[in-house]
């Protein structure tokens, strides 16, 4: 899955980024995606990784769910949203020479 996090900000207090997730396995089976409330299903072949491309647009974690046809899940990942913070610069010291 990538990206797995995203950075939002008081500028931008939105994420929104194309979640890209690549699935790879040996057996032939119907497999489904879910991220927050969008969902795909796709046909897996073992010959080649399916891929799945979300867009996300949220200001919240989403839980991702990988599952199958019988909507068992098989593996669940977090895609994290964090609040980046900028810290207040310190003042620079300014050094005054006095000559006697």
């Known amino acids: 899955m990538q990206p797995d996090k995203c950075a939002v900000s008081a500028q931008s207090p939105v994420c929104q980024t ?14 489904c995606i879910r991220v927050g409330l969008q969902q795909q299903c796709k046909q897996h072949l073992p010959t080649a990784p399916s891929q799945f491309v979300f867009g996300v647009n949220t200001s919240q974690s989403l839980p991702v769910v ?9 593996l669940s990942l977090q895609f994290l949203v964090f609040q980046f913070v900028e810290q ?4 620079r010291r300014g050094y005054l020479w006095n000559s006697i």
């Open 88 to 91: 207040p610069k310190r003042p």
């Open 66 to 74: 990988l599952s199958d046809s019988q909507q068992q899940a098989l």
């Open 18 to 31: 194309q979640l890209r997730i690549s699935v790879s396995g040996d057996n032939a089976q119907q497999l």
